[in-house]
């Protein structure tokens, strides 16, 4: 049986940790401070929902709240030709690096 043919394949569980939450907050202070760039709160203008699986399932099923963060274009993500600019996974890692280090409490 393929991926594709599992049951689970198209029953994936939800993720969804709110905008307000601070771990949340965190991830995208990070990227902000990083890139300059501001990461907009979900409105129609800027939807956040789109269908993937991650494991941030399992642990919000959990409860423990989960970020799904990184480079490129979610709209592209592993399809036939994916990519991602180096420069942005370089971005990517340095906000996730300053995320986990406010979050833990690490002095900078």
């Given amino acids: 049986m393929s991926r594709r043919d599992s049951p689970c394949w198209y029953h994936w569980p939800a993720a969804s940790t709110p905008w307000e939450h601070p ?3 965190t991830m ?4 902000e401070r990083v890139t300059g760039t501001v990461i907009p709160p979900p409105s129609p203008a ?3 929902g789109f269908g993937a699986a991650s494991d941030a399932s399992f642990y919000e099923a959990a409860g423990i709240p989960c970020v799904v963060f990184g480079p490129g274009d ?3 993500a592993h399809c036939k030709d994916e990519s991602v600019m180096i420069p942005e996974v370089v971005a990517a890692a340095k906000s996730l690096a300053m995320a986990v280090t406010e979050w833990c409490g690490v002095a900078a």
């Fill in 23 to 25: 771990v949340v907050q």
């Fill in 74 to 76: 979610v709209r592209i």
């Fill in 28 to 31: 995208a202070r990070s990227h």
């Fill in 46 to 48: 800027h939807p956040v």
